[in-house]
């Protein structure tokens, strides 16, 4: 089967950095994305990581260690409009992309 | 950027009647269209692969009958929930793959009363 793991809450303050880590096991691996979804929005993708290293996009970065089936999402210099959801996803196949259960932030002034 | 359009975003709809939802994907071709559902703080879940020109593929659980997915032409996807109940009440959202990334439209709020 396929499973990923990702923490269900995480809470910082304004300003801060946080890092949200996934692992995951999955019969295929196609590459790493993070996702963010408001409340009553839709998901917006964030990143994506199909090899080793470290992807910037200016206030966020993902990580992915293959070896460990492993990889991280780093928001820095946090902000209130960052409060939301963040879903890790490993495309498994062609066609086949599984979400993790989501990490619910919760910035803080 | 590629950009999918998903209608209607809030439908209300009475227990045994059907509702249909339209994904379009606006400036590309999406030969691949992909049905999730969300129920309340949870993840989402792939229902379906739609496939253009062909049957769509359903995940373990989910009732093709219930659940009627058609992919008639590269631009357009939809599903028709038949014979709704209240527990068929959740965010249904529809996405397409555009390079790394899926695309994904803005949701489907279903309510069944």
């Known amino acids: 089967g396929q499973s990923l793991e990702q923490p269900s809450e995480v809470t910082a303050v304004e300003g801060a950095i946080v890092q949200i880590n996934c692992t995951y096991q999955?019969?295929?691996?196609?590459?790493l994305s993070w996702y963010q979804q408001h409340d009553g929005g839709a998901p917006t993708f964030l990143s994506y990581?199909?090899?080793?290293g470290l992807e910037e996009t200016g206030r966020f970065s993902s990580f992915l260690s293959r070896s460990d089936s492993y990889g991280y999402l780093l928001l820095q210099e946090l902000q209130m409009k960052d409060s939301a959801s963040y879903f890790c996803?490993?495309?498994?196949?062609?066609?086949?992309?599984?979400f993790g259960a989501g990490t619910r932030l919760t910035v803080k002034p | 950027g590629a950009v999918v359009s998903q209608h209607p975003s809030r439908v209300i709809c009475k227990s045994g009647t059907s509702v249909k939802i339209e994904c379009r994907s606006l400036?590309?071709?999406?030969?691949?269209m992909f049905w999730y559902r969300q129920f309340p703080k949870q993840s989402l879940m792939l229902m379906a692969t739609?496939?253009?020109?062909?049957?769509?593929?359903?995940e373990q659980g989910v009732e093709k009958d219930k659940f009627l997915i058609n992919h008639a032409s590269l631009t357009l996807s939809t599903l028709t929930v038949t014979s709704a109940h209240p527990e068929d009440s959740s965010f249904y959202i529809c996405?397409?793959?555009?390079?790394?990334?899926?695309?994904f439209g803005s949701g489907t709020r279903l309510t069944v009363v």
């Open positions: 400036d590309f071709q999406a030969t691949t």
């Open positions: 739609s496939n253009e020109g062909s049957k769509a593929t359903y």
């Open positions: 999955t019969s295929g691996f196609y590459g």
């Open positions: 996405s397409a793959n555009a390079n790394y990334g899926y695309t």
């Open positions: 990581n199909g090899l080793d």
């Open positions: 996803a490993v495309r498994v196949a062609n066609n086949d992309m599984r």
